[in-house]
């Protein structure tokens, strides 16, 4: 069995599919994930109860105690002039009043807590699912979540009865499923290009390092992300080589920085996303290297998800929306004209990422702004991926 712990392995999209089902079926078996540290495993849960807009609550179990989950004990006087112990709930647990009927609670760094906090917290996976006075609202499911013995974390181990009680399985670092989340969440398309064109820097652990490691993680690429886009807002435009490798090195690590800034500065040959959907990017494209490619491929994505989201309202779009989506759609058939595989990328990036991409091209009104997608489309349906719709 090893190191797996004679748990199957699943990629993030298959672990979210699963857990969806289980809250769709109501059916309330708790659920343990184990997988490597900064694989975005507590993201990806939370990003899946904002789409399906039910509850999340999260306990980080390393840094409570036994009073915390069990609660602080009083005694309280009863109207028959008895006295009875009572347990105060502590305030993160989920209260479905306040939280939703449904919903997720996570049990954060389930194999880092000690033994003492996972004993307690057995009681909220058996039938009563109930700690002191407190009683896991009816449809809401208990997810637990850790790293193994060798996922670079912190393993104090984890208890036969634990497993017994749960439905388990592995999450493996997965790029597909990575970029589902990533592009939602708003992650820099130069770090979705990157990854996209290197995928083996996705995540990366060195076990045979005599120290602990800088290295890239779906986790650490998202903070370069968020430093990448607070800078250029700051400085209105590209940032310079140096300044950029600064930021991936404290992100990710020295090994991938100057690589990683070399690519970034393709950013200034690509078609601005902007120009693009206004409808001055009309002409055809020139030739790309490979990188720049990566990296227009992404911005694209990023320009159209961010556009098709921000505008959305009342179950439809704007005109605007529908026009601004309808020249992005002719410019990536201009490309295509010229290099079917950057158009075909494109659109099977926005067809896996983005599933409002999905719905606005099959809305008849959209048509309408772009007679001569669908024609595309269908010309070269063997090379187009079917749409990610919900």
Known sequence: MGANMNLTSVTMLEFLAYVKEQILDEDTTPILCLGKSGIGKTEAIKGLCDDMHIGCMELRLVTLNEVDLLGVPTIEEQANGKKTTVWASMNDLPIAERDGEVGILVLDEITSCSR???????????????????HLPKKWVVVALGNGPEDGGVFNGI???FMGRCNGMRVEPDLKSWKVWAVNAGV?????????????????????????????????WTKLSIKLNNAEKRREG??????????????VGESVASMFAAFYAYKKKTVSVEDIMSGKATGAVADMDRQVMYMQVQTVVYGIS???????????????????????????????????DVATTIINELNLTTYMFADILGDDKFDTFCPE???????????FKPSNRR
């Open 116 to 134: 003492t906090i996972r004993a307690a917290a057995y009681q909220l996976l058996d039938d009563k699912r109930s700690l002191g006075n407190y």
């Open 159 to 161: 208890e036969y009865a």
């Open 188 to 220: 820099h398309p130069a770090v979705l290009g990157f990854v996209s064109w290197q995928p083996q820097y996705l995540h990366q652990i060195n076990p045979d390092a005599e120290y602990e490691e800088k290295l890239p993680s779906p986790r650490s």
């Open 238 to 251: 590209v940032i310079d080589n140096r300044a950029v490798e600064i930021y991936a090195a404290a992100a």
């Open 306 to 340: 961010k556009e098709l989201k921000s505008t959305y309202s009342g179950g439809d779009w704007p005109d605007k929306t529908y026009t601004r989506i309808a020249n992005a759609c002719r410019w990536i058939i201009k490309t295509g004209e010229r290099m079917l």
């Open 373 to 383: 997608f669908l024609p595309f489309q269908t010309k070269n349906r063997l090379v």
